[in-house]
């Protein structure tokens, strides 16, 4: 099955900035909804930015006016720009997405493999 690749992550210190970006691994039709989710050491992974197929956003309270998710739909790919780092951004961000590899398929939900973002104070 196609998947999803996350790139991007890396370590930057506070204040800095980020993009991460999330593609299929292979030939698809569409990306349904995309969320862009967390997991910081010790704790469970959350949702902190999601986009649906037509643009509308939202965003966990922590990450609102700092990062901004966005979607080329022509290219299948998503990103999520990070700035303003804090270190309690630390972790390791996943995207979700809905795939359809073909017009008639069936989508089937895939999550990547992870990418690591550290930001030192």
């Known amino acids: 099955q196609v998947q999803l690749v996350e790139s991007g992550g890396g370590l930057v210190q506070a204040g800095g900035s980020l993009t991460l970006s999330c593609a299929a691994s292979?030939?698809?039709?569409?990306?349904?909804?995309v969320g862009w989710y967390r997991q910081a050491p010790g704790k469970q992974r959350e949702l902190v930015a999601g986009i649906t197929r037509g643009g509308n956003t939202n965003y966990a309270d922590s990450v609102k006016g700092r990062l901004t998710i966005s979607r080329d739909n022509a290219k299948n790919t998503a990103y999520l720009q990070m700035n303003s780092l804090k270190p309690e951004d630390t972790g390791v961000y996943y995207c979700?997405?809905?795939?359809?590899?073909?017009?008639?398929?069936?989508?089937?939900?895939?999550w990547g493999q992870g990418t690591q973002v550290t930001v030192s104070s």
């Open positions: 292979g030939s698809i039709f569409s990306l349904n909804a």
């Open positions: 979700n997405a809905d795939i359809r590899r073909t017009v008639l398929g069936a989508p089937y939900n895939s």
